[in-house]
């Protein structure tokens, strides 16, 4: 129709106006709606109202151990807990560390001298066969000082020994003894082992040594205690080798 407006078109334009007007009062109102709190947050209460009670549930009383009680045997301590002492002495095993047992022949030797000798020295073992049936020597030489000889090498038949003396005085200590005795291959030879030694009650010491040249001819001394060494008295050498006839060579 002429002059007047088409029902049909108007409805078209009248939808094509409402669209973006209710788009925009959408969008309004989601920005004018308030924002979801967070799990976390607390609601703060108006000024004036009263806080919210909240519901505190009674502790539980701790229960005391009975009195009589007593650890169960076998049980496993927990983490940080000290673990209640065994019933009785608790025995060490024996472990293949676990040094032997000294046989009889050493019991007598003080411990510094058999640490210092096993230590120290190339000898054989002491308590080993054939020198573990040889027994050490052990004599007194005074108040405060002992002589010890040790068995350094040998047979079953005889042996050489090694010999300290063990001063228990204000100085005190383990000091190795040295000897000098004649000698028909070398003149004088010295020596850290004296074959066969023996001690009386008046401190001297007999001992005797081998020459390392042909015929092993023998030399033999005697010491005396001098209340802090071990000083020469006599010595004498085989005139012939393996003969026994001594003579004398000092003094």
């Known amino acids: 129709m002429q002059g007047g407006l088409d029902p049909h078109a108007a409805g078209a334009s009248g939808a094509v106006v409402r ?8 969008a309004l109102a989601m920005l004018a709606a308030p924002a979801p709190l967070a799990a976390e947050e607390e609601v703060a209460a108006p000024p004036g109202a009263a806080a919210p009670l909240v519901e505190v549930p009674p502790e539980r009383p701790a229960e005391a151990p009975a009195p009589d009680s007593a650890p169960e045997t076998g049980a496993v301590p927990a983490p940080g807990e000290t673990p209640p002492p065994a019933d009785g002495p608790v025995a060490r095993p024996e472990t293949a560390d676990d040094p032997p047992p000294l046989p009889a022949s050493l019991v007598d030797v003080p411990e510094p001298v058999l640490a210092l000798h096993v230590s120290t020295t190339f000898c054989e ?11 050490a020597l052990v004599a007194p030489l005074g108040p405060t000082a002992v002589l010890v000889g040790i068995p350094c090498t040998g047979d079953a038949a005889r042996a050489a020994f090694r010999l300290y003396v063990h001063e228990t005085g204000e100085i005190g200590g383990v000091h ?42 023998a030399s033999r001394g005697r010491w005396r205690w001098t209340g802090y060494a071990l000083a020469l008295e ?4 085989e005139a012939t080798c393996g003969k026994g006839d001594w003579r004398t060579i000092y003094p």
């Open 176 to 217: 190795a003894q040295f000897f000098a005795l004649p000698s028909k291959s070398l003149g004088w030879a010295g020596t850290e082992v004296l074959w066969s030694p023996m001690a009386d009650a008046e401190g001297r010491l007999t001992g005797t040594l081998y020459d390392p040249g042909e015929g092993r001819c």
């Open 234 to 237: 006599t010595a004498e050498m």
């Open 125 to 135: 073992d002491p308590s080993g066969p054939p020198l573990a049936g040889h027994d």
């Open 19 to 26: 669209a973006p007007r209710l788009a925009l009062l959408a």
